[in-house]
């Protein structure tokens, strides 16, 4: 368990303005999550036992050691990967129970996604790219929506533009519109600013924060960095598979001292 005295590890996580969880329902769950690659001597638990509540409509982070299991555990909620055992709920939707075209129809419709690494159709034009989930889906945009994130994103002036004609901040932002055009139950995002520049990065993350707190969005971001880590609602860390502790309101001082915490045990196993 995390050792500094600043990390919540039971009391339950709050709503917007200090909703508790009980007027509010979670916007996803976990519980007793159990991934394992290999067998016998070679076997490996990505996951092992991990159990999380994500609170609706705020910025939640994931942090841990590496090989910790965090991309795995994202991965497990968003439907992109099966558990060997455990339960994932995505509202009140059991995904564990979903063949896998209806987990690809939940994703469609109700999952946004922000990669590290852009994932943008080199083909097609910068509205193109954040429009082509709606297309999948067959819905048609809300104008009024998508003119508020291309304005809020700075991305007014390179509709028209290919990704290749694009910087990686534009990309990325191009990338975070395409996660929210169909105003989705939960956003994943995979180190969304692994790629880009301190100035963009806090453009990102500042973009983030507000689709949560202004706007009610849910945002579930994996990173590493603790900067980007203050600014979410709370953070959780994941050390050997399983959630080791909650940090609510998160600053760049109290996100180190929860990592040295983490860490602390395997230097001393190592020594």
Do not use: W
């Given at each position: 368990m995390l050792s500094t005295p600043t990390v919540r590890t039971t009391a339950p996580p709050v709503g917007p303005s200090g909703a508790h969880p009980a007027t509010r329902p979670p916007a996803a769950s976990a519980t007793g999550l159990v991934k394992a690659y290999g067998r016998?001597?070679?076997?490996?638990?990505?996951?092992?036992?991990?159990?999380?509540?994500i609170?609706?409509?705020?910025?939640?982070?994931v942090m841990g050691p590496s090989g910790s299991g965090k991309s795995t555990l994202m991965h497990a909620m968003a439907g992109l990967d099966s558990v060997d055992e455990g339960?994932?709920?995505?509202?009140?939707?059991?995904?564990?129970?979903?063949s896998e075209r209806q987990r690809t129809l939940?994703?469609?419709?109700?999952?946004?996604?922000?990669?590290?690494?852009?994932?943008?159709v080199?083909?097609?034009?910068?509205?193109?790219?954040i429009t082509l989930p709606l297309r999948l889906a067959r819905r048609t945009a809300d104008a009024a929506w998508l003119e508020e994130l291309v304005s809020t994103l700075g991305l007014g002036d390179r509709l028209t533009h290919r990704p290749g004609e694009l910087s990686g901040g534009q990309q990325q932002r191009v990338a975070v519109a395409r996660a929210l055009v169909t105003r989705p139950d939960i956003v994943f995002a995979d180190e969304p600013t692994?790629?880009?520049?301190?100035?963009?990065?806090?453009?990102?993350?500042?973009?983030?924060?507000?689709?949560?707190?202004?706007?009610?969005?849910?945002?579930v971001m994996v990173t590493h960095d603790?900067?980007?880590?203050?600014?979410?609602?709370?953070?959780?860390?994941?050390?050997?598979?399983?959630?080791?502790?909650?940090?609510?309101?998160?600053?760049?001082?109290?996100?180190?001292?929860?990592?040295?915490?983490?860490?602390?045990?395997?230097?001393?196993?190592?020594?």
């Open positions: 016998g001597a070679t076997e490996v638990r990505a996951l092992d036992g991990a159990t999380l509540v609170p609706a409509g705020r910025l939640t982070a339960s994932i709920r995505l509202g009140e939707t059991e995904v564990s129970q979903l939940m994703r469609r419709q109700r999952i946004g996604f922000v990669f590290q690494s852009f994932n943008l080199p083909s097609l034009t910068a509205q193109e790219n692994g790629n880009l520049d301190s100035r963009h990065g806090h453009v990102l993350l500042a973009f983030l924060q507000k689709a949560a707190r202004d706007l009610g969005q849910t945002v603790p900067t980007a880590a203050s600014y979410a609602d709370q953070v959780v860390f994941l050390a050997d598979g399983r959630v080791a502790g909650e940090l609510p309101d998160p600053t760049v001082p109290t996100v180190l001292a929860a990592m040295a915490g983490l860490e602390q045990p395997a230097t001393r196993a190592e020594s």
